[in-house]
């Protein structure tokens, strides 16, 4: 398995039937910065709901794929609990203001679109927002958060075959997946960014730690809760199960 394997897999999934496919992005940020699923979704408009907590990263999705019609929105975070937690982040405005530079200094077509837009965490300086020269532009806010199963019922989910499910929430991945309900419905698909080993920039606190966003014991427990569900699991940056039937 590799990157354009599993495109080509999702893709599938959605071909074999269109309307019985639903795509649930957690993390969803502006729709465009580091997605994967960002040509997908243009091409297909496949039925998706997006979710992002931040506000100004909220209205940027939506504003993204404003001429698509199957797409639904969420302006919460998904967590194990219900109720509010603070987030760090840095200000879509100030992306685009250009005055985020850091590891792009010489490609300043690219400054609008900087991937530390995409670093907003529950969880202060374990990503690489904790680089000083990131930290000096964070914010923190205060979000929503629901269980995935709200988001589970208040959609019908459970109507739809073949479901493809991302999480890309920085740190709380793991928490998600130690909640979800595989009795409830089952994606065919579930892609999340769990990995034991962090590549921080020389300037990160942790940088030559070994610390990093999850340690490798959560890792493995990912892969261990997957490979249980009946999913072949692949690891390429992010985690990737796939179930099983899909390789028969």
Sequence with gaps: MNEKKLMKTIQDLYNEDPKNFFLIEVGANDGYCCDRMHDFILKNDPNS???????????????????????????????????????????RETIDSEQVRFRLENQPNLWKEHWAGGLGSFYHGVNNLGCPELKKFEEKTKVKTVRLKSIVDKYNLTKYKNIVLQTDTEGHDYEILK???FSLFRPRVYICEIYGKTRYPESHPLYDTGKGIYTQAQEDGARDILTIQNYSVFTFGDMFGIDTKLNN
């Design 179 to 181: 909640d979800f309900d």
């Design 49 to 91: 709901i997006l979710i992002e907590p931040i506000p100004c990263y909220f209205e940027k999705l939506k504003d993204n794929y404003k001429h698509l019609k199957n797409l639904s929105y969420e302006n919460v975070a998904i967590s194990n609990k219900e109720g509010e937690r603070t987030m760090y982040y840095i200000p």
